[in-house]
C-alpha cells in the first residue's frame, strides 16, 4: 500500500519532467523554423508556388494554340516543349516576347501564324509573365 503510494507520486514526477521537456523540445524547433532563410527552401515545386501559377496561367491562357501538354498544335501554335527559341532568350526577353507577340509577317515568323500580343489575354501582369516564363523553362 505504502509502496505503490510512493511509486504513483515518482511516476507522476517523471511525467511532469518529460512534459517540460518535451514543451521545451517544441518551443526550440518553432523557433528554429519560424527565423532565417529555412521557410524559402521548401518553394520549389507543388502548388502554390510561383511555377505552379505560371502553368495555371499558361493552361489559361497559351494551350488554346499551343496544346494542353505545351507540345504544340498543328496550324495553330509551335510546341513549347524542348524549344529553341526559348533556351536561346533571357527570362526578360520573353516576357517582352509575349507582350509584343509576332506578327504572321514579322521576319522571324516561322508558320505564317500570328501569335497575338499577350497570347490574346492582355490582363496578364508582368508578374503573371514572369511566373508563365518560369514554368516554361521546366519544360525545356
Ligand atoms: C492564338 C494562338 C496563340 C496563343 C493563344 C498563344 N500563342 Fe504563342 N505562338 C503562336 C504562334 C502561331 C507562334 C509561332 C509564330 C511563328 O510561326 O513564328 C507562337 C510562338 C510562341 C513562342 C515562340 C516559339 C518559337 O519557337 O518561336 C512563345 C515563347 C510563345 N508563343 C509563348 C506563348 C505564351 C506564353 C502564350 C500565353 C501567354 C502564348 N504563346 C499564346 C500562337 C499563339
Redesign the pocket.
Known sequence: MNRSTHDGVRRARTTRVWATLAFAVAVALVAAGCGGDSVEVATTAAAGTPIAYGQQL?GE??S???GQNFEGVKN???A?TD????RDHTDDE?IE??KEG?SKDAP?????????P????PR?TDDDLAD?VLF?RTLQ
Request: net charge negative.
Open positions: 499558361a491562357s497559351c488554346s494554340c499551343h495553330l501554335g509551335p513549347l524549344n529553341h527559341f526559348i520573353l516576347f509575349i509576332r522571324d515568323n516561322e508558320t505564317g501564324i500570328a501569335m497575338p499577350y497570347g490574346g489575354n496578364l508563365i516554361l
